[in-house]
């Protein structure tokens, strides 16, 4: 099985990893990473960070790290960078930017998981808000409102000007729903919804099913599944998979983390670990390279 998913890695794409510098401490640095990365075959890293924007530090490391994979620079809409900022998201796209995150630690849902249900204690030490309605929502009423924002629809615009990546992040099932609606009007292409088998939004399948109906890709972090984390299950994953169809799925280690192995690690655990409980290469050369191959138009 592990020869399996060394050849499942040449050409396998990561949109959402972690590395220093960062304001908490990271395992590894973005050049360890990418090296790292490219030694296994990978074709493409996004690099997300959940305070600044990556997409010049990604530039520079792109001229020293090996031509083979692409590093893919973004911006998380949290307030560290003014939340729903018009501004941030147009110079982020201008330095480059491909990936476009909704809010993750500052977002309504997450303040409520980590902070009133305590779904979610392990992100506590980076969520300071302390109740929903202080947090940022797409809405314009958390949590059930029934119009997207005027400065969200505004980022919509430059998102799809540009044909960068719009990840819907920590967004709730319903948020999401909303948010791609929109989305698809303005003229946005490329959808991903971010682990709904993650703790902090997680999402029925007949959620997800929703939205890939309107257009958007399913990424599952691996994550979830750490010891200190969720304790997921990769099964559970699995079954989510096998119930949206492989087509429209996406794989994420969201690795980084200094108790977690390295993000190139963590991918090939995941790759290993949903073969173990079932899943077939074929399966998984969609999800880690296909999928991803399609969505960014690589080919
Ligand atoms: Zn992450």
Redesign the pocket.
Known sequence: MWDNVKELMVGACDL?I?AGPDVVPRQHDLLEVAQEAAEAGMRVLGI?DHNTATADRVALAQKIIPESITLMGGIVLNNAVGGFNTEAVDKALKLGAKIVWMP?TDACLTIEKVHKTNQTPWLLPVVDLKKPEQGLTVLDEWPSGKNIRPEVKEILKLIAEKDAVLDTCHLSAYECSKLIDEAKDIGVKKIIVTHPNCSVNPMTISEQRELVEKGAYVSY?F?PCMPLFDRQHPKEIATMMEGIGMDHCLLFS?FGQIFNPSPVEGYKMFLASLLAVGLSENDLQKAAKLNPARLLDLD
């Open positions: 959402h972690h997300k993750s972090a994550l969201d």
